[in-house]
């Protein structure tokens, strides 16, 4: 189960497609559906759980200041990040730059299970 680390609330939505724990999600076109990010998303949360399609699956709700243990890609302590593909975190191209498309910030590294801890700045 993914870990919410400080602050927030749960909300729910309809799986779309089957949703991996940890994963950002935002909302779909069909009201109430959820689908995992893509490159450049802002997402609504992070997945608590494994969710198979047609389920309804619960999330940590993003916010700026709330914590977040999540899928990560190249990850270090300290880079700035953005919204990567497959609802994975990336760092941005340039780890001190802020963009318009930083979402958070990493407190740690990603680990050896492909996370890292990730506060919202957004």
């Not at 689908?35 to 916010?63: N, Y």
């Amino acid at each position: 189960m993914a870990q919410k680390m400080s602050l927030g609330d749960t909300d729910q939505g309809l799986a779309t497609a089957a949703l991996a724990a940890n994963v950002t999600v935002k909302w779909d076109t069909t009201a109430g559906n959820i689908v995992v990010c893509g490159i450049g998303d802002i997402p609504i949360g992070v997945m608590q759980e494994a969710c198979p399609i047609g389920r309804t699956g619960t999330f940590w709700r993003w916010g700026r200041g709330n914590r977040f243990y999540t899928l990560a890609t190249g990850v270090a302590a300290g880079d700035l990040v953005k919204q990567g593909a497959a609802g994975a975190i990336v760092p941005e191209a340039t780890v001190t730059t802020a963009t318009a498309a930083t979402i958070g910030q990493a407190r740690t590294a990603t680990d050896s299970a492909g996370n890292a801890e990730i506060t919202g700045t957004r």
